[in-house]
């Protein structure tokens, strides 16, 4: 779950910590309630202005301490569905509003326990695209191997794809198209 820590800042300019953790993946609206309903919690009679002091769940986006309601809504929303890395790769190149879609359109599919992008994508075409590979008898498969990494090769270099490596063995895939 994707979670702000929205600050009051009348309490903090005053040097208390007045503040509340809230679930991003609710509607703005929802979102902006939980706000106004901490800031009239708030030590410091008819505090009006907030600031989001922390994030959780943002897989390290950059993200600031004024970003729109809906925008952190969308971006969390994209967050529970795709890796952070996909959405970190989409994120400033399309807006907020557009993320999720952007990654449903472009992501492809990721592979854990590899080494480098091409071996990591040929595995993953092994894997999932119709080669076969089952049905293969076992003398052909280093064969078979052979054009998987020669094809993951091409479409990386030729920017079809680009894979993000997330760590850990873990690598994702977008298209570029």
Same mark, same amino acid.
């Given at each position: 779950?994707?979670?702000?820590? #929205?600050?009051?800042? #009348?309490?903090?300019?005053?040097?208390?910590?007045?503040?509340?953790?809230?679930?991003?993946?609710?509607?703005?609206?929802?979102?902006?309630?939980? /706000?106004?309903?901490?800031?009239?919690?708030?030590? /410091?009679?008819? #505090?009006?202005?907030?600031?989001?002091?922390?994030?959780?769940?943002?897989?390290?986006?950059?993200?600031?301490?004024?970003?729109?309601?809906?925008?952190?809504?969308?971006?969390?929303?994209?967050?529970?569905?795709?890796?952070?890395?996909?959405?970190?790769?989409?994120?400033?190149?399309?807006?907020?509003?557009?993320?999720?879609?952007?990654?449903?359109?472009?992501? /492809?599919?990721?592979?854990?326990?590899?080494?480098?992008?091409?071996?990591?994508?040929? #595995?993953?075409?092994?894997?999932?695209?119709?080669?076969?590979?089952?049905?293969?008898?076992?003398?052909?498969?280093?064969?078979?191997?052979?054009?998987?990494?020669?094809?993951?090769?091409?479409?990386?270099?030729?920017?079809?794809?680009?894979?993000?490596?997330?760590?850990?063995?873990?690598?994702?895939?977008?298209?570029?198209?």
């Amino acid at each position: 779950m994707q979670q702000i820590y #929205a600050a009051c800042l #009348a309490a903090y300019n005053n040097g208390i910590l007045h503040g509340e953790w809230i679930d991003a993946t609710q509607d703005p609206d929802s979102i902006g309630h939980e /706000i106004r309903l901490m800031l009239e919690r708030s030590p /410091i009679p008819g #505090a009006e202005e907030y600031a989001i002091h922390d994030y959780d769940g943002f897989g390290g986006l950059d993200l600031g301490e004024y970003e729109s309601l809906d925008d952190l809504n969308a971006i969390a929303l994209a967050l529970d569905d795709f890796p952070a890395v996909v959405v970190a790769h989409f994120h400033g190149q399309v807006d907020a509003q557009d993320l999720l879609e952007t990654c449903q359109g472009h992501y /492809i599919g990721s592979v854990a326990e590899e080494s480098g992008e091409v071996n990591a994508y040929a #595995a993953y075409i092994l894997a999932e695209e119709d080669h076969f590979w089952e049905e293969l008898p076992q003398q052909y498969r280093g064969h078979m191997r052979a054009i998987a990494r020669s094809e993951a090769l091409d479409r990386l270099l030729n920017g079809e794809v680009t894979a993000l490596y997330e760590g850990a063995g873990t690598w994702h895939f977008v298209s570029n198209y």
